[in-house]
């Protein structure tokens, strides 16, 4: 199992395609939890990990484009293949639209899935990291105090030091030693590096609005 692997859940009305989904998803290695209808899936405690969904289309009383509303009004990243023995394109579309893995017809050929459910969970993972990345990034950025924050903005525009030191009224010794600080708290070794971890974090230049005043 690769490091995008991570756990399966299943929501279908029908116990036998439950059972069925799920021997063959833990055969290929996953995690997996079974549902009988979006409303049981609802009130699972919070999932915070690597996972997708394969999620029936028709089922009472609440459908799985309708949990894919409630989930999209949640702001959940998880990833859902959607499976349905009634559904046509337009619908297909709709759920691609809306943010859908994919959209498989019953009876789903097992190929077909398993290669859907190791995309969804490789996009999975790479969701996750950027966003624990970004995080980490604004966590760092935090700990500038707001003189380090303009040296930032500053080379973030490629302003040598003696630039700085007349741009901030400060001495060239003192805009080092802040320069220093900056690449140590943002943990980058070069300027270039600086720029994608700002980036990340929209703010491009010391013209550009910081995510907090100061």
Same mark, same amino acid.
């Given at each position: ?7 399966? @859940? ?36 919070? @999932? ?11 089922? $009472? ?20 293949? @959607? ?23 019953? $009876? ?24 624990? %990345? ?11 105090? $707001? ?24 001495? %060239? ?19 270039? %590096? ?14 550009? $609005? ?5």
């Amino acid at each position: 199992m690769d490091e995008s692997a991570g756990r399966v @859940f299943v929501v279908d009305n029908d116990a036998s395609v439950c059972r069925g989904l799920s021997r063959l998803l833990h055969s290929a290695g996953y995690e997996t939890e079974s549902f009988h209808s979006a409303t049981d899936y609802l009130e699972r405690e919070h @999932f915070d990990d690597v996972g997708c969904l394969v999620l029936d289309i028709h089922m $009472p009383p609440l459908s799985g484009i309708e949990l894919q509303l409630r989930l999209n009004e949640q702001r959940s990243d998880l990833p859902i293949i @959607f499976l349905t023995g009634h559904g046509d394109l337009p619908m297909g579309v709709k759920a691609m639209r809306r943010g859908a893995e994919d959209f498989l017809t019953k $009876p789903v050929d097992e190929e077909a899935l398993l290669d859907a459910v190791q995309r969804a969970l490789a996009r999975h993972h790479s969701v996750r990291a950027e966003r624990l %990345e970004s995080a980490d990034a604004q966590a760092r950025l935090d700990t500038l105090t $707001p003189r380090e924050l303009e040296v930032l903005r500053c080379i973030l525009d490629g302003a040598i030091n003696k630039k700085i030191a007349k741009d901030l009224s400060i001495s %060239e010794k003192t805009v080092k030693a802040h320069r220093a600080k900056v690449m140590a708290k943002m943990a980058a070794s070069t300027a270039a %590096e600086l720029g994608g971890i700002c980036a990340s974090l929209d703010i491009t230049s010391k013209t550009a $609005p910081l995510n907090r005043p100061y």
